[in-house]
């Protein structure tokens, strides 16, 4: 499966997070590009993937906002109507659904259909978001 994997580059561990989703990913056969927040000038076309990740921190006091730069990256990709589609957030003391609510919502707006969501605090998050993955 093609797989596009969205986050910020910041803060470093996001970064570090979605390159090991995607080495995980990459060890069970799939082919995958990363998309990083805000190093684009256009938008980018998303049906070449099979499956797309967004992943993100959240913000705020409380940590139920989501970054600016991410919700208008994705609001400027094409081709996210009817994909299939996974977010993940980085843990937080607090916060952690209302974030992955706000964030799988930012998918949802744009026609993608999100089939799974995970708060990632550790490497077992990531196996167990990546072991539910189903094309």
Not at 59 to 82: A, H, S, T
């Amino acid at each position: 499966m093609k797989i596009g994997i969205i986050y910020v580059a910041q803060p470093r561990q996001l970064e570090q997070t979605a390159k090991t989703l995607g080495r995980t990913l990459e060890k069970k056969g799939h082919q995958v590009e990363y998309l990083t927040v805000g190093t684009r000038d256009r938008a980018t076309n998303l049906r070449k993937y099979d499956y797309i990740y967004l992943g993100s921190v959240a913000e705020g006091f409380f940590g139920g906002k989501i970054p600016e730069p991410v919700k208008d990256y994705v609001k400027q990709c094409r081709g996210l109507e009817n994909s299939k589609s996974a977010a993940f957030l980085l843990k937080r003391f607090f916060g952690n659904t209302k974030g992955m609510k706000r964030l799988m919502a930012v998918l949802e707006s744009m026609g993608s259909q999100v089939l799974d969501f995970q708060v990632i605090g550790g490497n077992s998050d990531i196996e167990a978001l990546v072991n539910r993955l189903r094309g």
